[in-house]
């Protein structure tokens, strides 16, 4: 799941070696914290929120067949 | 598009230090060469070196269809995905076994697919390209449903009198209503609500 969002922030910013994706697992959750150049927020945030919601969907499609919950943070 | 300018003894050499420069393959690149080495005179006057410029070669369409593919595997998703350019855009079509899970509720996910797809492959386009994506045929049985839906609905407002209101749909799926009834003599069609709740509403054509 990390590497799937990592994937897809790499190829929306302009410094890809910034990117960083942590995860949290608790039993019920996954949380991803996504991190990326303060300059890049703007490249995975979207107007009004649009791109990170994307991005949020594709990851929680991908975590359809595991039991946990995803949550995407971007910090 | 990224570029280089390469110096080196002799074109060879100038081309493959820009190439070096890149880390991309001779075929990817297109070269132009900036000026000719020349020996010095007779080790009095100092020789010149060969000058290229590189320009990377890109083409939306083939990065488009392995970014997706590449997106696929990281999804776990076992899927297929094929490539067309057509009318300037690129259609990307993804079959498989496990499609409902590309599609989501309403297609949200597909939308979704499709919005980081056009971003991640105009991010390095000059000009913007239109990217296109469906899995499993389901924009084209989309299309056909509302196709069907607008046209059932529009003779019951011509029988009854009274406007109609159709389910929420999408922006897309919106404008392909107002396009199939757009020059019709007896009905209208205008939107209302807001997103993600916007419905289209079928009425007679006012005086």
């Given at each position: 799941m990390d590497e799937l969002l990592e994937f897809m922030a790499k190829s929306l910013v302009d410094n890809p070696d910034a990117v960083k994706v942590t995860k949290k697992?608790?039993?019920?959750?996954?949380?991803?914290?996504?991190?990326?150049?303060?300059?890049?927020?703007?490249?995975v945030i979207g107007k009004r929120g649009r791109i990170a919601k994307a991005l949020r969907l594709i990851v929680s499609a991908a975590a359809l067949d595991t039991d946990k919950r995803v949550n995407v943070d971007i910090i | 598009?990224?570029?280089?300018?390469?110096?080196?003894?002799?074109?060879?050499?100038?081309?493959?230090?820009?190439?070096?420069?890149?880390?991309?393959?001779?075929?990817?690149?297109?070269?132009?060469?900036?000026?000719?080495?020349?020996?010095?005179?007779?080790?009095i006057l100092p020789g010149k070196d060969a000058v290229v410029h590189i320009k990377e070669r890109f083409e939306p369409a083939l990065f488009a269809s392995e970014w997706l593919e590449h997106l696929m595997l990281k999804m776990r998703n076992n899927a297929r995905v094929g490539t067309k350019f057509q009318d300037g855009r690129i259609e990307l079509s993804i079959t498989g076994n496990n499609?409902?899970?590309?599609?989501?509720?309403?297609?949200?996910?597909?939308?979704?697919?499709?919005?980081?797809?056009?971003?991640?492959?105009?991010?390095?386009?000059?000009?913007?390209?239109?990217?296109?994506?469906?899995?499993?045929?389901?924009?084209?049985k989309r299309r056909q449903i509302i196709e069907r839906n607008a046209l059932a609905a529009k003779q019951k407002v011509i029988s009854t009198g009274r406007h109609i209101t159709l389910e929420p749909m999408t922006p897309a799926e919106r404008r392909l209503v107002h396009m199939v009834l757009g020059d019709d003599p007896e009905v209208s069609t205008y939107s209302v609500g807001e997103e993600p709740a916007r419905r289209v509403v079928i009425d007679l054509k006012g005086e």
């Open positions: 697992i608790t039993s019920s959750d996954l949380t991803l914290a996504l991190s990326v150049a303060p300059e890049d927020m703007g490249k | 598009m990224r570029e280089a300018t390469g110096t080196g003894k002799s074109v060879e050499e100038a081309i493959e230090a820009a190439l070096v420069e890149l880390n991309i393959n001779r075929e990817d690149a297109d070269i132009t060469i900036v000026e000719l080495p020349s020996k010095g005179l007779l080790g499609m409902g899970v590309l599609i989501g509720r309403h297609g949200q996910t597909l939308d979704a697919l499709q919005y980081i797809t056009t971003l991640a492959v105009n991010r390095k386009t000059p000009d913007f390209v239109p990217v296109h994506v469906d899995a499993g045929g389901y924009r084209e």
